[in-house]
């Protein structure tokens, strides 16, 4: 798929993030649309283009957020380079346990990113309610993956080979 | 057989990212930055509007019992206010003739301005949000921002026409506070908790608050202005080791549905 496609895909997981689910939200929480976009693409398509999604996904949500510049950014496109590397090294992510893993992992991780950057800045946390949205974020964004990863490969978003996986589903 | 990554090419971008990055962190791009936010404005507020319907759409079926208690109670309360404005009415006419005959200059009221929400800030930690309303309509950084009679946040960042409002919610938030239902109106420092709470601390010991006391903003610091509601105390922890007591207030706004706010400009 072009990747202007891909970009224009990127612009609207964060127009639907800061916009749709900052209403529409399950289990009480926002889902981190983008940070999945990005893991997706890691997986379904080449290093290269997984990290300039990443970094223009990254750079949207600094732009839009106004907090922190720069941490999305950094956190996404590590993000995406850590899935590549692993999927390089031949750990087969092209499973559906694996992309929960690595999504369970990166939210988890981001999400204690803020945690610290938050206790730096002396806010006031409290490890039990903050551990219940981490949790509950988890369990929303890995659902969400495994749809989205589903509606990608039939719409031909994977690498060349990788469409094969939708038919292995549906066969 | 795996092309191999394109290293130049990746390292050529991380460096262009970085670049970015530091230029966004030093403010050298901030009229960029209000330019993205100007055409990401119609965009998110597009979004935020089919959200927010179809939010509203699926809540307001599974609330029906809810709605017709909260009616009752809303009209009972609509009577109160009438008589209380009354009452009002016969005080401002007595201020008027005080004033007239001490020669004391009238305290000019805030103006408010109208502002959708737009946005959210995208993460379920930090509580923020983006309004359609910028340095064009006369917001400016520091003013306060209310919703139905509550205090919703202040305004962090304002671009030409959008502006961020630091919610109460956050946990980074304070604002200097005062019971205002108590005789000896005991003052503290309200801050926002991750989960969407807010606390009071720093009440003196020997200041008691009661659950069900109003707290409102103080004044204090000059910025906020005095008297804006913040919440309501739902528990109070005292203890005989400390020093100061906590108190724990509920607000009456849901502030994951926020739809319209009002920024409180100065006149």
Redesign the interface.
């Known amino acids: 798929m072009m990747t202007a496609a891909r970009l224009a895909l990127v612009v609207l997981a ?12 399950p289990l ?3 889902p ?1 649309l ?1 940070l999945i976009v990005v893991i997706l693409a890691s997986l379904l398509t ?3 283009r997984a ?2 999604l990443a ?1 223009v996904g ?10 922190d ?2 941490l ?3 956190f996404l ?1 590590l993000a995406a380079l850590a899935a ?1 590397a692993v999927r ?1 090294a031949g750990v087969d992510l092209d499973s559906g346990s694996g992309l929960a893993s690595i999504v369970a992992l990166a939210t988890v991780t981001w ?1 204690l990113v ?2 610290a950057e ?1 206790s730096a ?6 490890a039990g ?2 551990a ?3 949790l509950r ?1 988890v369990v929303v964004n890995v659902v969400l993956a495994a749809l989205l990863r589903l509606v990608l490969l039939r719409f031909g978003f994977g690498l060349p080979g990788r469409e094969t996986t939708w038919r292995r589903l549906v066969s | 057989m ?2 191999r ?2 290293q130049p ?2 390292l050529v ?2 460096a ?2 970085g670049f ?3 230029a ?2 030093f403010g050298w791009l901030r009229p960029v ?1 209000s330019v ?2 100007g055409v ?1 404005a119609p ?6 509007g ?3 319907s ?2 509203g759409l699926f809540s307001v079926v599974g609330e029906i019992a809810t709605l017709q208690k909260q009616n009752q109670e809303l009209r009972s309360e609509n009577a109160d206010l009438r008589q209380r404005l009354s009452d009002d009415a016969e005080l401002r006419a007595q201020n008027e003739s005080l004033r007239k005959q001490l020669n004391v200059a009238e305290i000019q009221p805030n103006r408010l301005v109208g502002a959708q ?10 509580q ?3 309004i359609n309303r910028g340095s064009k309509d006369g917001i400016q950084q520091g003013m306060a921002v209310v919703s139905e009679g509550s205090l919703v946040g202040t305004v ?2 304002v671009s030409g026409s959008t502006s ?1 409002i630091f919610l109460v919610t ?3 938030f304070r604002v200097a506070a005062i019971d205002q239902d108590q005789e000896a109106r005991p003052d503290g420092t309200v ?5 969407g ?1 807010l ?1 009071m601390e720093k009440i003196a010991q020997n200041q008691p608050v009661k659950v069900g006391d109003t707290v409102v903003t103080s004044g204090l610091g000059g910025q906020m202005p005095k008297g804006i509601v913040i919440g309501r105390v739902a528990a109070v922890s005292t203890s005989d080791n400390a020093v100061f007591q906590t108190a724990q207030l509920s607000t009456s706004l849901t502030f ?2 926020l739809e319209l706010v009002y920024v409180v400009a100065r006149p």
């Open positions: 964060v127009a639907l993030q800061v916009g749709v689910f900052g209403y529409i939200r009480g929480v926002m981190n983008v080449t290093a290269t990290v300039l970094i990254g750079l949207l949500l600094d732009i839009v957020s106004g907090t510049p720069g999305r950014t950094a496109t590549v390089q999400n803020l945690l938050l800045a002396g806010g006031a946390i409290a309610p903050a219940g949205i981490i974020e | 795996r092309r990554p394109r090419r990746l971008m991380v262009i990212a970015i990055v530091v966004l962190t930055q993205i936010a990401f965009l998110t507020g597009a979004a935020s089919a959200g927010s179809t939010s929400v737009i946005g959210y800030q995208p993460d379920n930690l930090r923020f949000i983006t962090s960042e961020k956050d946990p980074n801050r926002g908790q991750i989960g709470g606390i994951s549905r």
